[in-house]
């Protein structure tokens, strides 16, 4: 039997592996921080208190790194469930 091109104990292909896991978790992330900023900004506007600037970028930054750990755990999906919510 011959060994295929692209087994997995090649580094090639755990550095591609390792690009797709960036490549979701920043996709994740900045969808993320959009969410955070419409939300940030519609609360401004109905209650027209804003949060400290520290308290918001803090909230920002942590719920982007979360919604970039959801999209390498399951995908592209929960992505899209997220935006319809805020539909």
Do not use: D, H
């Not at 992330?29 to 939300?39: M, R, T, Y």
Request: contains cysteine.
């Amino acid at each position: 039997m011959e060994p295929s091109p692209m087994s997995p104990n090649q580094p090639e292909s755990q550095m591609e592996s390792s690009a797709k896991l960036l490549k979701r978790f920043s996709v994740g992330a900045a969808i993320g921080l959009v969410i955070v900023l419409i939300n940030w900004v519609g609360y401004v506007s109905f209650f027209g208190y804003s949060l400290p600037f520290a308290t918001g970028l803090i909230l920002c930054f942590s719920i982007s790194i979360i919604c970039g750990l959801m999209t390498i755990k399951w995908g592209y999906q929960i992505i899209e469930n997220l935006l319809q919510l805020l539909m």
